[in-house]
């Protein structure tokens, strides 16, 4: 098995370990050498102090030379003196003193001043090399006064700064293509079975190429699956509803009681199968109408005349406001969903009012159903939503459902951004749907 992103991530540390230790180390180098220099202006301050002791020697006044010497060393704070050095051998040894050199007392101010020790001596010759003036390096001459902060900036903000880029790098190389996978899903669960990563990571043969290469044979397969399920529920639909159409219109003559029940059954059937093709249809096809104006207060007129006319006796009220209200939407979804959500506040609500409510928020729409029945176990309130669930299952078959109208209805709302929810209310269920967006008049 090929484990190239492991040997790819493994070179890359590698190497940026290397070059962290090179960089910080060869800056450190140059940064000190170029620290420890004394400035020029201090050196040519030195050099000007041992042309004027040389000049108060040179005069043969002792005092004044002395005077001179104390003034300078009580100034600066430092050891100062006037010194000169013989090259008298005061034992013997067989190593002779090589030509051209001269003993030093103190170092030259061209010399590099170490960083990390006290302020050295420093030695400025006479210009006949008789004597020289030698003093202490005064610490306002002192080089590298920024050295502490240089040294803790290279290494602790350059690394830092490396590991950074180096993590950068890492994470646009390995992310990027995740990143590509992340949407190829998230257009793929939105109904596009058609994308492919592949042909976005051109030129890798990594664990990621061949984890694209997976993701897009997954997809082929279920994308190929699901179009096939397609065709079936489509096809199923056809084939089912022309025998039952056939077989309701075959019985429609015939009004005995065998006859009748069975008449109802296959009404029954006929429905069961229309709402579960629609419900397999609303889950897998990922229906998404586009959004058009609708005068919801003319639909729920209109559901729940028809609501009036089929139950007859039953207590129906529709509190709407006097003015046209339009909302985005799509007429169908939202009048089956209103339509299901009644008749099943209708048929629950057998000896007590049904009430419609149309209530006008900010910028969004609320509708409430409540009827007067049995209500719902708390824990139960989100399950009525779910495919044939139904909490009384006996008395729901007897009323002619199967537990689809409100699984429908939540599918039709949400495919045009709309929410329902279900809650408790004094003698009844109460349900409620929100975030219809109110469409201003000027847009219509």
């Known amino acids: 098995m090929s484990r190239k992103l492991f040997w790819k991530l493994s070179l890359i540390l590698s190497l940026g370990s290397i070059v962290l230790v ?22 040519a301050e030195l050099r000007a102090l041992g042309q004027q002791a040389e000049k108060l020697i040179q005069q043969g006044d002792r005092a004044a030379a002395s005077r001179w010497v104390n003034a300078l060393r009580a100034e600066e704070g430092v050891f100062v003196s006037i010194v000169r050095v013989t090259e008298e051998t005061l034992v013997d040894f067989d190593v002779e003193m090589p030509r051209g050199q001269n003993i030093e007392l103190g170092r030259s101010v061209d010399w590099g001043i170490h960083l990390y020790h006290d302020n050295p001596l420093m030695e400025l010759p006479f210009s006949d090399g008789s004597a020289s003036l030698v003093i202490e390096l005064p610490q306002r001459m002192r080089p590298g006064q920024w050295w502490p902060y240089i040294h803790f900036s290279l290494h602790t903000l350059v690394p830092l700064l490396l590991m950074i880029v180096i993590s950068v790098l890492l994470y646009r190389h390995f992310m990027r293509p995740l990143q590509q996978l992340e949407h190829a899903t998230r257009q793929f669960m939105a109904g596009d079975f058609a994308i492919r990563v592949g042909p976005q990571l051109k030129g890798r043969s990594d ?15 279920i ?19 022309t025998p039952l159409q056939r077989l309701n219109l075959a019985l429609s003559s015939v009004r005995e009681d065998k006859e009748q029940r069975i008449y109802r059954e296959a009404g029954l059937m006929q429905k069961l199968v229309e709402d579960t093709l629609s419900l397999a249809w609303l889950d897998n096809a990922a229906y998404k109408p586009e959004p058009v104006p609708v005068d919801i207060r003319a639909l729920l007129e209109v559901i729940v005349d028809d609501a009036r006319f089929e139950y ?9 406001p006097d003015q046209q209200i339009w909302v985005a939407g799509s007429e169908r979804s939202l009048g089956q969903a209103c339509e299901n959500i009644i008749r099943n506040a209708v048929r629950h609500s057998p000896d007590g009012p049904v009430t419609v409510l149309l209530i006008r928020q900010a910028e969004t729409l609320e509708i409430t159903v409540r009827d007067q029945g049995p209500g719902v176990p708390e824990g139960l309130l989100d399950a009525i939503f779910k495919p044939f669930f139904r909490v009384d299952k006996s008395r729901e078959r007897e009323a002619g459902g199967f537990g689809l109208g409100l699984a429908l209805a939540r599918r039709q709302l949400e495919s045009i951004a709309a929410r329902v929810s279900a809650q408790n209310c004094d003698g009844g269920l109460e349900i409620i749907i929100d975030r219809l967006q109110i469409i201003a008049p000027e847009r219509l």
């Open 22 to 43: 090179w960089l910080v180390s060869s800056l450190s180098l140059n940064i000190e050498r170029n620290a420890s220099r004394i400035a020029a202006e201090h050196k």
């Open 207 to 221: 664990e990621l190429a061949r984890l694209a290469a997976t993701f897009d044979a997954m997809a082929a397969r």
């Open 223 to 241: 994308g190929s699956l699901i179009q096939t399920q397609r065709h079936l529920i489509n096809d199923l639909s056809h084939e089912l509803r």
């Open 312 to 320: 007859p006796g039953r207590d129906i009220h529709l509190q709407v």
